[in-house]
């Protein structure tokens, strides 16, 4: 019986909060950029202040034609952008052979949060009486997956790890795993997220987490629960 397979990594792409290619998101990473700051995405004047995380600079229509926008929410879009920038920079061709043993295995969060906040609008706010035929599977979680394997016609394994903020992290190492053991000889990786919407945030502020200036996780009298004096308190 033979041993395990050596896995490696051949290509990467990233969309985030201090670039939107590996190039510049590992020069302002290493410079110490920081890509928190007020949001902009959001505007609401009921939301408190606050900082996030946003991805700037991401025109869509750049990447995808108004039929595809038209399909895929935010968090896909992020992943399927990633994803192409990894796959050419591996320089891999998704043969018969290959793309029925490629993976594409995502982890993600929440899912289709834009979606989510415009259908809820058009239904409370605008008395729309039906919404966007493709309103399921553009918010299912499984979403970004499901868009990278239909994209690039991956026939393997395609699913979504959800575990929160190690969504991502379980996803890779879920990948490794299947490519060590020979389940799969090559996988498409990674994780996504796009979950800045009103909804979402003021979420996030119902449960006291969100920081108004600089994000603090330890800090006592920052978080959901503060326990001085020995007793939890909001």
């Given amino acids: 019986m033979s041993g395990p397979r050596r896995v490696v990594v051949s290509g990467m792409g990233v969309i985030s909060p201090i670039g939107n290619d590996t190039t510049s998101y590992w020069r302002n990473l290493l410079c110490g950029h920081s890509g928190i700051g007020a ?55 998704f043969t018969e052979g290959l793309s029925t043993r490629t993976g594409t295995i995502i982890g993600i969060g929440v899912g ?41 016609g991956l026939r393997g394994p395609t699913f979504v790890v959800a575990s929160a903020c190690a969504s991502a992290t379980h996803a890779i190492g879920v990948a490794f795993q299947m490519v060590r053991s020979g389940t799969i000889a090559c996988a498409v990786t990674g994780g996504s997220e796009a979950c800045i919407t009103f909804g979402t945030l003021k979420a996030w502020e119902a449960m006291r987490i969100m920081a108004p200036d600089t994000c603090r996780p330890f800090r006592l009298d920052e978080g959901a629960w503060c326990w001085a004096r020995g007793r939890p308190s909001w």
């Fill in 112 to 152: 289709g949060q834009t979606t989510h906040d415009d259908s809820f609008r058009r239904l409370y706010l605008d008395r729309a009486e039906r919404l966007h035929p493709l309103t399921i599977p553009r918010l299912m979680v499984n979403g970004p997956a499901s868009q990278v394997s239909m994209h690039y």
């Fill in 39 to 93: 949001p902009t995405l959001v505007t609401d004047g009921r939301l408190r202040p606050c900082v996030v995380a946003e991805v700037k600079g991401f025109v869509p229509s750049l990447h995808f034609t108004d039929w595809e926008l038209s399909t895929a929410d935010r968090v896909s879009q992020f992943a399927l952008v990633a994803a192409k920038q990894a796959i050419q920079q591996a320089e891999i061709d």
